[in-house]
């Protein structure tokens, strides 16, 4: 027997698209990194674009990003159809997470503290990676330890 | 070296030994290394006197209308931006099925943050393995495997055949 306590959500993406979309992110940040020592105004443009995509994913979910299009008109019809779909809400949360990391990095690269954009890119890296290699949301995991920690008890 | 592709390296390499160390202990019970609960101890601790405390006494605290499975519980913390969470959740309901007198206990972990607090649980999912008296036996975070929760229910429970 089974009793559940949760809000439950019917409908699902496709988890393999939240996945590609990092695997996206994990490559913008990279560049931009490379890019910052010898270009730093076009590392920031370029985190600033990744900052745009993530405001997207984040207001409207991951499905509606650039990335999340292009998956879904362009490789998911060449994918099997997938085992199981994915609630859209963690996603949507991660994208947003994300965005806070890519506005730091743009703000650092913008504005000559090349170092402090670095620093938010190399974390924005290891979310992505861990998001497309592994399956596992950073921010996700992050969110319960926050609201323990901010939270008072109702 | 370029710092700009020192922290890159840098960040590939903690990212990946992070996600193969989570891969390892992802969904692993262990035994309870919170003082005097160790299941040894347990296993020859006398009848609980009336103010013990056990895990299954916080939940009813909080939900006072969950129900205490004859051989075990399964007690799962959830939350909404939690993918494996679904996982584990199709895992433990079909073990609580297909086992006789094992309970399945699903809690949104974000509205029950003073029994988090209390129960300790740091991630979603969550899983604690209670015996019949609400004592708890065993706990994993991540999404455990079916013979993963299989391995760590008391010996008591039966498959209903």
Redesign the interface.
């Known amino acids: ?7 439950s959500t019917a409908r699902g993406i496709d ?1 393999r698209g939240p996945r590609f979309t990092a695997s996206v992110t994990l490559v913008i940040f ?1 560049v931009a ?5 010898s270009a730093p105004r076009v ?1 920031a443009v370029i985190t600033g674009v990744q900052a745009v995509f993530f405001a997207i994913g984040a207001g409207l979910g991951v499905q509606k990003t650039p990335t999340g299009l292009f998956f879904r008109s362009v490789i998911r019809p060449r994918l099997a159809v997938p085992t199981e779909l ?2 859209p ?3 949507r ?2 994208q947003a997470v994300g965005l806070v990391f890519a506005v730091g990095a743009t703000i650092g690269f913008a504005t000559g503290a ?2 402090l954009g ?2 938010f ?3 924005a ?3 992505a ?2 998001n497309a ?5 950073l ?3 992050m ?3 926050g ?2 920690l901010t ?1 008072r ?1 109702a | 070296m ?4 020192l ?2 390296v ?3 390499l ?3 030994a ?2 193969l160390h ?2 390892r202990v992802d969904g692993r019970f262990g035994p309870v290394d919170e003082a005097g609960q160790s299941p040894l101890v347990e296993e020859v601790a006398l009848q609980p006197s009336r103010d013990h405390v056990t895990a299954w006494s916080s939940v009813t605290a909080t ?1 006072p209308s ?2 205490l499975g004859q051989q075990a519980t399964l007690v799962q913390f ?6 494996p ?2 996982t584990t ?1 199709v895992v ?2 079909d073990v ?2 297909r086992y006789d007198g094992v ?12 029994l ?2 209390a129960l300790d ?4 999912p969550t899983t604690l393995i209670l015996d019949a008296d609400g004592n708890e036996l065993t706990r994993a975070a991540g999404a455990p495997r079916r013979e993963q929760v299989l391995a760590a229910l008391p010996s008591s429970s039966r498959e209903i055949p």
Not at chain 1, 1 to 7: D, I, L, V
Not at chain 1, 133 to 137: D, I, K, L
Not at chain 2, 78 to 83: I, M, P, V
Not at chain 2, 121 to 124: A, G, H, K, S, V
């Open positions: 027997m089974t009793s559940t306590e949760t809000r988890p990279a990194l490379l890019l910052s020592e590392a994915e609630d809400t963690p996603p949360f991660a090349v170092l670095q620093v890119a190399g974390f890296v290891v979310a990676l861990l290699v592994f399956a596992f949301c921010g996700c995991e969110y319960l330890l609201l323990r939270r008890t | 370029n710092p700009g592709l922290i890159l840098l960040a590939v903690v990212a990946v992070f996600g989570r891969r939900l969950a129900e959830s939350s909404a931006f939690c993918a969470c679904r959740r433990l309901a609580a099925e309970a399945h206990l699903e809690i949104d972990a974000e509205e029950h943050l003073a988090v607090r649980i740091r991630r979603t």
